[in-house]
C-alpha cells in the first residue's frame, strides 16, 4: 500500500481536518499504524487545542509532540504563504520532507492535511499542489455536498492530474439535516462522471465529533474498503 494519503479539499474549510481524523481512526480500528501530519498551518498558536495540528492529535491519539506533527505554524489567520512572507520566514520544503520521513518510518499509513486547496501558495513561487507532488502520494480530495461542488471538484481534480498528482476519490462532507437542496442526491454521479473519480461517500454533519463517532461515521459513510484497495492499486 502506498505510505500515505494527502488530503486537499475544493476550499478552506471543507472538513479536511474532520475527515483526516476519522479516516486515520477507521484505518486504526483495521489494525493499521497510522500518523498524522499538518506540515503548514496558520491562524492559531501551536499549541491552540483549536488547531489542525492539535485536533489530529486529540482525535487520533498519536502519541508524537505537536512539533512532529505541524513543521510550520504562523499566528496570522491567512494563507500560510502569506502568513510566512508577512513573518519574514521561509517555509522549507525540505524541513517538510525530513519531518515526512521520519514519520512514515514509524506508521504503516500517514495522513498528511494540506491547507485550504490545491492552489494556496507556500512562498513566492510554490503551492500546496506543489508540496503534494513533491511528497508523490496519492490525492484524497474533500469537498461540499452542495450545489456549486460539480464545479469546484471537478476543476480541483483535473487541475491536480494535469499537475501530475493522482487524485484517487472524493468525500463530500458535512451535509446538514435541513439541507434538502435537489442537487444533493445527483452530485455524487456528476462529480464521478465529469471529473472520472471515485467519490467514496458523503459524511453527515455530525453534532457529536468525539473519536468514537468520528469513527463509527466514517465506517458507515465511507468506503474505507475501497479507498484501501485504491491505495493498494496506486503503490503497485
Ligand atoms: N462532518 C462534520 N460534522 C460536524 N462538524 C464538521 C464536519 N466537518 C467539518 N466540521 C466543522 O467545520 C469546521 C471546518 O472543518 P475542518 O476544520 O475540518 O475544515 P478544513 O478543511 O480542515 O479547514 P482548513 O482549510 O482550515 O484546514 C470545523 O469547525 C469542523 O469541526
Ligand atoms: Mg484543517
Known sequence: MS????????????????ITAGLALALKEQGCRVGVMKPVQSGHSLSDPESDGMRLKAWTGVDDSIDEIVAYNFHLPVAP???????????????ILERLDR?????DVVFVEGAGGLMVPLGSNWTIADLAGEIGWPLLIVARPLLGTVNHTVLTTLAARRLGLSPVGVILNGLRPEETEPSVEHN?????????????????????LSPEHLK??????VDVAKLLHLLQREAS
Do not use: C, M
Open 188 to 208: 455524487p454521479r456528476l462529480i464521478e462522471a465529469f471529473a472520472q473519480i471515485p467519490v467514496l461517500g458523503s459524511v453527515p454533519w455530525l453534532a457529536d
Open 81 to 95: 504563504g502569506l502568513a510566512a512572507e508577512l513573518a519574514g520566514e521561509t517555509i522549507d520544503r525540505s524541513v
Open 216 to 221: 463509527e461515521s466514517v465506517l458507515e459513510h
Open 3 to 18: 505510505q500515505g494519503i494527502f488530503i486537499t479539499a475544493t476550499d478552506t474549510g471543507v472538513g479536511k481536518t474532520v
Open 103 to 107: 514519520l512514515a518510518g514509524k506508521y
